[in-house]
T-cell receptor, first 116, second 113 residues
């Protein structure tokens, strides 16, 4: 079990460019989450998937943001027309939904985005 | 909606001293409560969690936390801090199946030799 992985770990881009991040969850996990963490703050929920279905999106997820999980395995988060306010750490987590009990979320190392 | 407050932005303790990190939550029902630790440049690691039952929960790395419903608190404690405990600590509250987990702003722990 290699855990949750994210790629790239760091991304520097210019304002107005599009960026895409990838998250590979733990293989048997059916839920995948995206969070954004700005400096000095805790992670803020963005969206989550159960298998390939996107079940919830936060108000933080403007129309410039889109996430996909096409085959219910890895997920991508794309930000179009990046703004300086998008600079943050983007965290991915995965969990195994069970009928009863708690679904622990396992976090990846994050992708740090810097928009110049 | 649930929310979490961590009143202390930064705490410094000496190695070997005891530690308590404060967490207050707001949630209408019985909460699921968590403490995570984040080292620089790393993701979050779960230290411990509370769902129900015994209000004193044990976690990894010698940490424990006590759920106090009357005070809406879930404070994290460790009897003797090690230099490797220096990190950012986040308290979080979740609803059932925690698909919308809310985190506090975090407490940065510095350990003095």
């Amino acid at each position: 079990d290699t855990g949750v992985s994210q790629d790239p770990r760091h991304k520097i881009t210019k304002r107005g460019q599009n960026v895409t991040f990838r998250c590979d969850p733990i293989s048997e996990h059916n839920r995948l989450y995206w969070y954004r963490q700005t400096l000095g703050q805790g992670p803020e929920f963005l969206t989550y998937f159960q298998n390939e279905a996107q079940l919830e999106k936060s108000r933080l997820l403007s129309d410039r943001f889109s996430a996909e999980r096409p085959k219910g395995s890895f997920s991508t988060l794309e930000i179009q027309r990046t703004e300086q306010g998008d600079s943050a750490m983007y965290l991915c987590a995965s969990s195994l939904l069970q009928s009863l009990g708690y679904n622990e979320q396992f976090f990846g190392p994050g992708t740090r985005l810097t928009v110049l | 909606a649930q929310s979490v407050t961590q009143p202390d932005i930064h705490i410094t303790v000496s190695e070997g001293a005891s530690l308590e990190l404060r967490c207050n939550y707001s949630y209408g029902a019985t909460p699921y409560l968590f403490w995570y630790v984040q080292s620089p440049g790393q993701g979050l690691q779960l230290l411990l969690k509370y769902f129900s039952g015994d209000t004193l929960v044990q976690g990894i790395k010698g940490f424990e936390a006590e759920f106090k419903r009357s005070q809406s608190s879930f404070n994290l404690r460790k009897p003797s801090v090690h230099w490797s405990d220096a990190a950012e600590y986040f308290c979080a509250v979740g609803a059932i199946h925690n698909n919308d987990m809310r985190f506090g702003a975090g407490t940065r722990l510095t350990v003095k030799p």
